[in-house]
């Protein structure tokens, strides 16, 4: 089961650096939570529309080259996954980020996994 949450985060992440805004909300549950900068989440389709298409613009390439961690207590899985991202902004700025990914995930009644919460920057505290 742990390695069918990690294929949802890795399918949404290929759709998302693909530009593919459609199927990247398709991994997603109509009320999902997802934090585009730190400290500040949105909700709602057209939030997140605007936010993945932000970020789908820097034509981002995503690495988890230190793994990824799956906890999983019935229906509700966590993921955990350092990332980097390498990108262009659209005036040809090269952008380089990185971030802690921790993300919930709910089970669905087909038995895939739609992310339900999604901070990038959960190595980040609120002060």
Not at 98 to 123: C, E, H, M, Y
């Given at each position: ?75 509700t899985a966590v993921h955990i ?47």
């Amino acid at each position: 089961m742990e390695q069918n949450v990690i294929d949802t985060v890795s399918r949404m992440t290929e759709a998302l650096q693909r530009g593919d805004i459609d199927a990247v909300l398709s991994h997603y549950v109509a009320d999902a939570v997802v934090a585009f900068e730190p400290g500040a989440s949105v909700r709602g389709e057209q939030h997140l529309r605007e936010g993945f298409a932000a970020f789908a613009a820097l034509d981002p390439r995503f690495r988890y080259d230190h793994g990824h961690e799956v906890m999983i207590s019935g229906d509700t899985a966590v993921h955990i996954a350092p990332w980097t991202m390498t990108g262009t902004a659209p005036d040809g700025t090269p952008v380089a980020q990185s971030g802690l990914s921790v993300a919930t995930l709910r089970r669905q009644a087909d038995d895939s996994w739609k992310i339900a919460l999604d901070n990038p920057f959960g190595a980040r505290l609120i002060p």
